[in-house]
T-cell receptor, first 113, second 114 residues
Framework: AQSVTQLGSHVSVSEGALVLLRCNYSSSVPPYLFWYVQYPNQGLQLLLKYTTGATLVKGINGFEAEFKKSETSFHLTKPSAHMSDAAEYFCAVSEGDGNKLVFGAGTILRVKS | DTGVSQDPRHKITKRGQNVTFRCDPISEHNRLYWYRQTLGQGPEFLTYFQNEAQLEKSRLLSDRFSAERPKGSFSTLEIQRTEQGDSAMYLC????????????FGNGTRLTVT
């Protein structure tokens, strides 16, 4: 079964600094990978997805992620953090015929002014 | 596209009572998923439907839980004889199907069992 590990349950950055949220996956087949963001008391919003093709994927709000098969990683980055980026971020891998998603435990991003 | 709608947003119930949640997916989506999320954890898969057929259930879905999607449109999730451990956010998601289709999530129903 697929699984996802997110390193660091909390990440704190200064406004304007680089954001790096780490995600490693295990999958027996070529994976479909996703990043979602969740604001308090809300559902999950898709940031970006990797299916096939280009390994550098651009998403909404200036985020991007790079699929590295050799490292089984799909880290999320943003060059310059904004206060509005403060939220919880989840990495997920698609599993099975039903395309259900297996999520990591999440990383809470704090942005300091 | 009005998004995935869940009702109610919050539910407080006493231990032993039954509760039912409703999810209305995006209208053209034939797949519907239920997830449970507890504090500090990522969402955990419970079950999913392809149209009206329930195709997979997690072992997390005990006998007290039942989900239906009678006409392949909205879905309900019922928890019987609630326990304090059932307190969580219950998330519904839908997708048009296909391995690379992302799931579109509703805002969830937060259940508190006292």
């Amino acid at each position: 079964a697929q699984s996802v590990t997110q390193l660091g349950s909390h990440v704190s950055v200064s406004e304007g600094a680089l954001v790096l949220l780490r995600c490693n996956y295990s999958s027996s087949v070529p994976p479909y990978l996703f990043w979602y963001v969740q604001y308090p008391n809300q559902g999950l919003q898709l940031l970006l997805k990797y299916t096939t093709g280009a390994t550098l994927v651009k998403g909404i709000n200036g985020f991007e992620a790079e699929f590295k098969k050799s490292e089984t990683s799909f880290h999320l980055t943003k060059p310059s953090a904004h206060m509005s980026d403060a939220a919880e971020y989840f990495c997920a891998v698609s599993e099975g015929d039903g395309n259900k998603l297996v999520f990591g435990a999440g990383t809470i991003l704090r942005v300091k002014s | 596209d009005t998004g995935v709608s869940q009702d109610p947003r919050h539910k407080i119930t006493k231990r032993g009572q039954n509760v039912t949640f409703r999810c209305d997916p995006i209208s053209e989506h034939n797949r519907l998923y239920w997830y449970r999320q507890t504090l500090g954890q990522g969402p955990e898969f419970l079950t999913y439907f392809q149209n009206e057929a329930q195709l997979e259930k997690s072992r997390l879905l005990s006998d007290r839980f039942s989900a239906e999607r009678p006409k392949g449109s909205f879905s309900t999730l019922e928890i019987q004889r609630t326990e304090q451990g059932d307190s969580a956010m219950y998330l519904c998601a839908s997708s048009p199907g296909g391995g690379n289709s992302p799931l579109h999530f509703g805002n969830g129903t937060r259940l508190t069992v006292t």
